[in-house]
């Protein structure tokens, strides 16, 4: 399997390592009011989708970066790769 | 006092130096490393720093001038390379050059294997072919790039069409070389 990386280009995915679900990027506030029941979603809860899925890679035989990997769980194509970073600055930027 | 001897990461007095076929290995004991890494602010801002004169090169990308080198490493880091240089402090002579930046002393983290083919560049890229799973046909010169050679995380440097240079972790030097060595000398019975 290839992982198209957003800056190195195709690379083998021999040399990432899967997280998991991207939705772990969007880790909730430890201490507001409603803490211990956002963090038993955020550590337990997950959809376990037949299809298209947002998912986190390191690249860490490579540029130690972290991509959000969108992948098809029916065919394993890979739809796209983002660097987690620029998701992450995108979201804050849309000012959520 | 005692008498103190530097050894090599292959443990010997001198660099080891092989040929096999019309691949020529060499351990380069004497390339310093420095790691520079952009700040955070500086990362948006006004562009990249020069330093020693080095154009720092884009994602995957290597460039070198006389004796001194640099090659991307991650978004917003490089490291910089002297030839001639592991004696001194190379760090300290970056961090002066390109003082907004972090910089860290990489030499004694690394062992550098120099690759030479006297056939041109077709042994070095039946060599990688053997080495690494990256497209060797498209790993031109000026290109540099971290992978795994046998299970070690290893930089990879295209320093010309008939030189290759493979930077591993010096712990694993001994494994390095006998993996390096093994692909060359297994392409020598090939041909």
Redesign the interface.
């Known amino acids: 399997m290839l992982i198209p990386h957003p800056?190195?280009?195709?690379?083998?995915a021999?040399?990432f390592t899967y997280l998991g679900d991207a939705r772990l990027l969007e880790r909730p506030d430890g201490l507001g009011p409603d803490a211990p029941a956002a963090f038993h979603d955020y550590v337990y809860l997950r959809d376990n989708i037949a299809g298209v899925q947002r998912e986190l890679w390191f690249h860490?035989?490579?540029?130690?970066?972290w991509l959000v990997v969108t992948r098809d769980t029916l065919t394993h194509e890979i739809l796209k790769a983002e660097?987690a970073?620029d998701v992450v600055l995108a979201r804050k930027e849309a000012g959520k | 006092m005692s008498d103190l001897k530097p050894m090599t990461a292959l443990g010997g007095a001198d660099p080891v130096r092989l040929t096999l076929g019309a691949l020529t290995l060499t351990e380069n004991a004497e390339l310093a490393l420095a790691s520079l890494a952009l700040r955070r602010d500086t990362i948006v801002g006004s562009g990249r720093p020069i330093p020693l004169g080095l154009t720092l090169p884009d994602?995957?990308g290597w460039v070198g001038l006389e004796g001194v080198a640099a090659f991307?490493?991650?978004?917003g880091q490089w490291m910089i390379e002297a030839e001639e240089a592991a004696g001194g402090d190379f760090a300290a002579l970056v961090k002066t050059a390109a003082p907004d930046c972090s910089v860290t002393e990489q030499t004694d983290a690394w062992v550098a294997f120099e690759i030479t083919s006297s056939q041109g560049e077709g042994p070095l890229v039946g060599l990688l072919e053997k080495l690494a799973?990256l497209?060797a046909a498209l790993f031109r010169p000026g290109h540099a790039?971290?992978?795994?050679i046998e299970h070690m995380?290893c930089y990879i440097i295209r320093r010309a069409e008939d030189r290759l240079a493979i930077l591993g972790m010096r712990t694993l030097a001994n494994s390095l070389w006998h993996t390096l060595t093994q692909a060359a000398s297994r392409l020598q019975l090939a041909a």
């Open positions: 800056l190195l280009g195709p690379r083998d021999g040399e860490e035989q490579g540029d130690r970066s660097l970073r | 994602p995957g991307w490493t991650g978004p799973n497209d790039t971290r992978t795994a995380s």
